[in-house]
């Protein structure tokens, strides 16, 4: 069996082969993610082929340097997935973190990762229980509201706060670094 830096290489220069093993390799795994999103098996299904017909296509983009294939591709798939939930379901968190990031593609995704992720860390424990059950476990906000046991408005409160928070500590944070940069 081929390894995965092999395959992607041949995916860059449009072997078809390399993206059916690929498929068949990681398929399972971001099915099931897309699955426990959306709960609907047509839909599910649409959005898996869509978002290896986006690998397909953007396989160029890909960069080993700023984290694991499957990182990439589980990326694509809660975005389609999310997208989709945007358009059917008005009370899903439209939101998105990726707003908050630095888009300097000289830091790695790892590194955005952490900040991002400490800065969560920072945040009260129902703030930051709100912020997990929507942006990492891709409940919508009445799925939410239930597992927190508060009313819908209560949550959604919660959340529009921890993004204030982690915007604020994210920038600071953001700030911190030009600064420490620019003084180099």
Request: charged share 30%.
């Amino acid at each position: 069996m081929q390894n995965d830096n092999t395959l992607i290489q041949q995916l860059k220069s449009k072997d078809e082969r390399a993206l059916s093993i690929l498929y068949d390799k990681y398929s399972g795994a971001i099915y099931g993610v897309i699955i426990k999103m959306i709960r609907d098996e047509g839909k599910a299904q649409n959005i898996l082929q869509d978002t290896f017909m986006t690998v397909w296509d953007k396989a160029e983009n890909y960069d080993a340097n700023k984290g694991r294939f499957y990182t990439w591709v589980y990326r694509i798939a809660k975005n389609k997935t999310l997208n989709v939930l945007r358009k059917s379901d008005p009370f899903i968190q439209t939101d998105d973190f990726s707003v908050y990031t630095n888009k300097k593609e000289d830091i790695s995704i790892d590194s955005e990762y952490l900040e991002l992720n400490g800065a969560v860390k920072q945040l009260e424990d129902h703030h930051k229980e709100a912020i997990e059950l929507v942006y990492f476990k891709g409940l919508t906000h009445r799925e939410a509201h239930i597992e927190m046991d508060v009313p819908l408005g209560t949550f959604k409160s919660y959340v529009r706060q921890a993004l204030k928070q982690v915007r604020e500590i994210y920038s600071r944070t953001l700030s911190l670094i030009i600064l420490i940069l620019n003084a180099l």
